[in-house]
């Protein structure tokens, strides 16, 4: 079964103009995907001189460019390391507080701006500056080191960002069903019992190619409705030596070739079937 990869946020640091990436600049995808993302469009409003105002015919005007802001949280677990492991997990943030801080203007060195950064998560793409960054760190070793932190890290851009699709967007896969999206903390275990699949979490872990169960990626998305007939497909294949005419007819595919191994019956055992291509 051909599992598909989690596609992983990644931050990418930008020259001034906040288009061309930086040759040489951070570039990293992040621990945790995020949970949500919170996108917020706003118009610069000035309101004209003269006009009656006690008639109410002063009216409005939109000058200048709007602005477009983008909140996240990114999570961090030094404990949750695979590879290159780290015993602080500020080893890992700094990476991300990185673009708070200022640098000399490429146009005027007198002058000092905060680095570039592009938010990169499949499709979804934001570029701008970061206006605000705020650290939590928790979860301390018996050293005093913190071991896993959030931030929520707010973004900005002088204009109103549009999204641009380069396809039509429609579904022509068929028999497409939605996805459902982990949330940080979540398992299998408590994804399939909060939909009401919880016996037969096995088979939707099989379904999905899901290694480890009880520790999801936040934002990994899982098909809760995949492997729901696991346990009845056991049993079928099973049952079939005991009525070999009718369960064989029922229970497999068309172009199935089928072999049973012998079973017990008392003191006597059955014969093997035969194999068979069913049609």
Do not use: C
Not at 28 to 51: C, H, M, R, W
Not at 238 to 245: I, L, T, Y
């Amino acid at each position: 079964m051909t599992e598909t990869a989690l596609k992983k946020a990644k931050l990418i640091e930008l020259k001034e103009d906040l288009v061309t990436e930086l040759p040489g600049g951070k570039n990293f995808d992040v621990q945790f995907n995020p949970d949500s993302l919170k996108v917020t469009y706003a118009n610069e409003i000035k309101q004209p001189e003269g006009g009656n105002q006690a008639a109410g015919t002063t009216g409005r005007q939109f000058v200048g460019t709007g602005t477009t802001k983008l909140a996240l949280t990114l999570w961090f677990d030094v404990s949750a390391m695979t590879e290159n492991a780290v015993n602080d997990v500020r080893r890992l943030t700094k990476e991300v507080t990185h673009f708070m801080n200022p640098k000399p203007s490429e146009q005027d060195a007198s002058k000092s701006l905060p680095p570039g950064l592009r938010f990169s998560w499949g499709s979804f793409i934001f570029d701008g500056v970061v206006e605000g960054l705020e650290e939590t760190l928790e979860f301390f070793s018996p050293e005093g080191k913190p071991l896993r932190a959030s931030i929520a890290l707010t973004m900005s851009q002088q204009k109103i960002l549009v999204a641009q699709f380069k396809d039509s967007g429609a579904v022509t896969r068929a028999g497409a069903r939605p996805f459902a999206s982990a949330k940080q903390g979540d398992s299998l275990q408590s994804m399939a019992a909060d939909s009401g699949k919880g016996d037969n979490w096995q088979g939707i872990a099989e379904a999905n190619g899901i290694e480890d169960p009880l520790r999801m990626d936040a934002g990994q998305f899982v098909d809760l409705n995949a492997g729901a007939s696991f346990g009845v497909s056991a049993g079928a294949s099973f049952g079939a030596s005991a009525s070999f005419g009718v369960s064989a007819e029922a229970g497999f595919g068309a172009s199935a070739t089928v072999s049973a191994p012998a079973i017990s019956l008392g003191a006597v055992a059955a014969p093997p079937l035969p194999k068979l291509g069913l049609n």
